[in-house]
């Protein structure tokens, strides 16, 4: 591959994940894990069924949202589309670059917004990078319905913890109204690049300069992330909370 790749510079391992989508399905249609409901689906009709199930949780349009996180822009810009009064932010400038145009997207950090109002913000896999009690202490602020799509552990590891998630929410005053098991649907993400990894390892080292050492070590620690949804440790769940 010879043409500059605009993801190359994004941070590792983001920049493997889009480099493979790319070459499965053609372009990088969002970010965040699909919803599978069989075998054989593309990755883009789980990540469609994914986003459906977000936008079926949201409060009529013209809603003011705010969506946390806005990766390429696709969730965002299908907002905008259908009459929703929506913005988006995400730290990462390089993501912001890649967004079309015209999206009304900041470059910032949520914990950073100032005090304002929105009828819902969405977490649609950004609830992770944000620590748990920032999180709501900041949403207090602005909103009275959060809607969060994540991962989660259930017990101790590098993912946010569920209970302290939990904890956090009900300490700024927000109460859970809906939860929704999906780890079964979103865990074959995992999968869709484990069996991958390998296929397109020599272009992957070659193209985003990853080295054998990184190369090896996503493998094994991609099983090792499957391991733990199999055997519950990860959870995937699809939560709203109001106040």
Not at 14 to 34: K, P, R
Not at 146 to 172: G, R
Request: net charge negative; hydrophobic share 40%; glycine share 6%.
């Amino acid at each position: 591959m010879n043409e500059p790749l605009p993801y190359r510079d994004f941070l590792y391992p983001l920049n493997v994940f889009m480099h493979i989508l790319t070459q499965e399905e053609g372009s990088v249609a969002a970010l965040h894990y699909g919803f599978f409901e069989r075998d054989g689906e593309s990755m883009r009709e789980a990540q469609e069924r994914a986003t459906r199930m977000l936008v079926e949780r949201l409060p009529p349009a013209p809603a003011q949202l705010l969506d946390v996180g806005s990766g390429v822009g696709s969730t965002l810009a299908l907002l905008r589309s259908h009459g929703y009064d929506a913005e988006g932010i995400t730290p990462d400038e390089k993501q912001v670059a890649m967004m079309p145009a015209g999206l009304p997207v900041r470059c910032m950090r949520f914990e950073d917004l100032e005090p304002s109002h929105y009828d819902a913000i969405l977490f649609q896999e950004s609830s992770q990078y944000i620590d748990a009690n920032a999180l709501f202490a900041k949403a207090r602020e602005l909103t009275s319905h959060v809607i969060v799509f994540d991962e989660f552990a259930m017990q101790p590891s590098t993912l946010h913890s569920y209970d302290e998630f939990m904890s956090a929410a009900k300490a700024n005053g927000f109460a859970l109204v809906e939860e929704v098991d999906v780890s079964d649907k979103a865990a074959p993400s995992v999968d869709y690049f484990n069996v991958r990894f390998d296929r397109y390892r020599d272009a992957l080292m070659h193209d985003l300069r990853i080295s054998a050492q990184q190369m090896d070590e996503l493998i094994a620690g991609g099983v090792d992330y499957r391991a733990k949804y199999a055997n519950g440790t990860y959870v995937y769940r699809v939560m709203q909370f109001k106040r």
